[in-house]
């Protein structure tokens, strides 16, 4: 095989091994704008039980698991952006 054929190969096959990556990477907001509140709730259900001043805690700590990852989100989003703009055919 020419060494130049496989160069490409393996050239090709890092950009895939990339691009599985990123996409992973996406998919996990998902994820994460699910449990994160969940898991935080959670946490302040136990302290709640804990202190005995059910659903203070709960709703405060839910609360800042959603804000914390939308903000997460948006300035990830933003990034992406600005990343995407900065590469652009438009901007040479």
Same mark, same amino acid.
């Given at each position: 095989?020419?060494? %130049?054929?496989? &160069?490409?190969?393996?050239? *090709?096959? !890092?950009?895939?091994?990339?691009?599985? =990556?990123?996409?992973?990477?996406?998919?996990?907001?998902?994820?994460?704008?699910?449990?994160?509140?969940?898991?935080?709730?959670?946490?302040?259900? %136990?302290?709640? &039980?804990?202190?005995?001043? *059910?659903? !203070?805690l709960?709703?405060?700590?839910? =609360?800042?698991?959603?804000?914390?990852?939308?903000v997460k989100?948006?300035?990830?989003?933003?990034?992406?952006?600005?990343?995407?703009?900065?590469? %652009?055919?438009?901007?040479?």
């Amino acid at each position: 095989m020419d060494v %130049g054929v496989t &160069r490409r190969m393996d050239a *090709v096959a !890092v950009s895939n091994k990339r691009e599985i =990556s990123e996409q992973m990477g996406r998919a996990t907001g998902g994820y994460e704008l699910a449990l994160s509140p969940l898991l935080l709730a959670l946490i302040g259900y %136990g302290l709640d &039980r804990l202190f005995g001043t *059910v659903p !203070v805690l709960t709703i405060v700590l839910a =609360s800042v698991g959603l804000i914390g990852v939308v903000v997460k989100i948006y300035f990830q989003y933003r990034s992406e952006m600005e990343e995407h703009a900065k590469n %652009g055919p438009w901007a040479r």
